[in-house]
């Protein structure tokens, strides 16, 4: 594996800022790791190569001229396969939409675009969305980069294959009930689903409209924050969108300070039906944000004891309109 994709976007970002690397040869990088274990892992389900090495190539070009470009500019990215891209297929890991091209383009794809980042492709995932494994995909399953005989989770199990396996540094996933961040814990790998609204979901197929929200998969929180920071913001055409300004949360995850944040903690989700694994990293995180100046808040939310059945008949329901 060369060497240049163990570093993270940033990391990227900086050598290709400085001229150190090229655009074109780091997507290359990237199209080679992909042909060489994509084939054991299954993340991809479309790899547009022509095009990825297209925007690398403009990249570079503005660079050599001087133009001012967004910092993430020239870093690879792969989308989960139920973000829709104009001219690339989007089937949502289902044969019934097989080879069809969208004649348009997801907002946070119009956004990538913009901003330069080559789309190396499509990612498996669960068909439509519904599952937690991507083993329910109609062009078959996705497998754990770490051990190909587990799951890589889901229903994103395919961005995040991707990017922990060094596919890629950055992937857009979706998240309804899991479907990014149990993806990122199976995987080694950080995921976040953002506040609803904070991410257009215009071009975004549904699966339950009341849950879904884009966000980001990479490899480390500061990738996380900056990916964020690009795909946020207020759009006129997801009349669910947040018009609210974005945080400067790249800012934020660098000082290491968190002087002002009120952070609440659920008196319902400390109780039994946790691994002791699982409680002893979250107070950890918990003691790391007090240090930081964060204030702690404990919230009483007693009707958390129905949230689980609420959410097994809202999201069937909307699935079933969608």
């Known amino acids: ?18 001229g150190e690397l090229t655009s074109v040869e780091l997507t290359q990088a990237c199209l080679d790791r992909i042909a060489a274990v994509d084939d054991k892992v299954h993340a991809f389900l479309h790899v547009d190569a022509e095009g990825a090495l297209e925007t690398a190539h403009k990249v570079d070009e503005a660079r050599s001229q001087g133009q001012e470009l967004h910092p993430l500019a020239g870093i690879p990215i792969a ?23 969208p004649p348009y383009d997801a907002t946070v794809v119009t ?54 396996s060094f596919m890629v540094p950055l992937a857009l996933g979706s998240d309804t009930g899991g479907s990014i961040r149990q993806p990122a814990a199976v995987t080694g790998t950080v995921g976040v689903k953002p506040t609803y609204g904070a ?36 759009d006129p055409a997801d009349s669910t969108s947040l018009d609210e300004p974005v945080a400067d949360l790249l800012e934020a995850v660098r000082s290491g300070k968190a002087e002002g944040l009120r952070v609440g903690i659920v008196k ?31 919230v009483d939310c007693p009707s958390f004891e129905y949230a689980l059945s609420a959410y ?11």
């Not at 594996?1 to 400085?18: F, P, T």
């Not at 694994?277 to 107070?283: A, H, K, L, Q, R």
């Open 111 to 164: 956004t990538l675009k913009k901003a330069m980042l080559p789309i190396v492709g499509k990612t498996n995932m669960d068909e439509f969305a519904m599952g937690s494994s991507t083993e329910h995909s109609a062009f078959g399953p996705t497998h754990n980069p770490w051990d190909l005989d587990r799951i890589p989770g889901g229903s994103g199990g395919g961005s995040a294959a991707a990017v922990g």
């Open 268 to 298: 319902q989700l400390q109780s039994e039906g946790y691994q002791d694994g699982v409680v002893s990293t979250f107070n950890r995180v918990i003691d790391s944000l007090r240090e930081a100046g964060a204030e702690i808040v404990e």
């Open 312 to 322: 097994y008949l809202i999201m069937p329901a909307e699935v079933s309109s969608n």
């Open 1 to 18: 594996m060369n060497s240049i994709l163990q570093l993270s976007a940033l990391e990227l970002a900086q050598k290709l800022s400085a």
């Open 199 to 234: 991410v257009s979901r215009y071009g975004l197929v549904a699966m339950a409209s009341s849950l879904d929200q884009i966000g980001p998969v990479t490899r480390t929180l500061a990738d996380a924050a900056a990916l964020q920071e690009l795909i946020g913001g207020h």
């Open 79 to 101: 989308v989960k396969d139920n973000i829709v891209t104009r001219g690339i297929p989007t089937t949502c890991a289902s044969k019934i939409l097989e080879g069809w091209l």
